[in-house]
């Protein structure tokens, strides 16, 4: 199973993956996760992130799609993964369709999260107010001035990668004002993988 999540800051794009690594074995390739483990880390690519993912906008294509391409070669990944937070530009779609195309390999299936963005501003700002209950550390971008680029970032570069996957046929949207485990339960009926 190979598919793609898609949808804005707080869609609840990592919730979802996470349920579908425990029901199908498959692993979460999420780009936001990788590049915090290199600013984490210091390494070269973590260097030239940390300042641009602080302000909430987005990493060169360049970054991002070797990352994947490293990834997306790993024996772990062979059984299938679910894509959190790329492609979020035409560009990296592209880059996408030639790495898979390259390993004749092919998507299953994009799924987009459909969220009302109004809501999203709560929903991070319950997401930050739980991690700090727990003492967990709150992301660099987990404020409201980098949130609001993040908004303005998947508006302008990432809702055209709807419309790229939607032009080809592969789009499915999903509410993801909806209830958690509704949400669940519309991803499975979408994979065809039945109740959990
Ligand atoms: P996320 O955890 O998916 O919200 O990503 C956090 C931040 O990492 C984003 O705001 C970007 O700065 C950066 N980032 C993650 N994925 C990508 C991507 N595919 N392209 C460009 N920047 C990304």
């Known amino acids: 199973m190979r598919l793609i999540l898609l949808g804005p800051p707080g869609a609840g794009k990592g919730t979802q993956a996470q349920r579908l690594v425990d029901r199908h074995g498959i692993v979460q390739l999420s780009t936001g996760d990788m590049l915090r483990a290199a600013v984490a880390a210091g390494s070269p690519i973590g260097l030239r992130a940390k300042d641009v993912m602080a302000r909430g906008e987005l ?24 894509l959190d937070g790329f492609p979020r530009t035409v560009a990296q779609a592209e880059a996408l369709d030639a790495m898979l195309a390259g390993k004749d390999i092919a998507l ?10 109004a809501a999203l501003v709560g929903r991070i700002e319950r997401r930050v107010a739980e991690m700090q209950a ?20 998947y508006r302008a570069q990432t809702a055209p990668v709807s419309a790229y996957y939607a032009g080809r046929g592969a789009l499915q949207s999903v509410d993801g004002m909806a209830p958690i485990d509704e949400v669940t339960g519309a991803i499975a009926r979408i994979l065809g993988t039945g109740p959990a």
């Open 134 to 153: 727990r003492g967990e550390p709150v992301r660099a971008d987990d404020n409201a001035e980098a949130l609001k680029k993040r908004l303005d970032a």
């Open 59 to 82: 990493v060169s294509d360049e970054i991002v799609v070797g990352i994947i391409s490293d990834r997306i070669g790993q024996p772990d990944a062979a059984r299938g993964f679910i």
């Open 108 to 117: 299953d299936v994009v799924i987009e999260l459909k969220v009302d963005e």
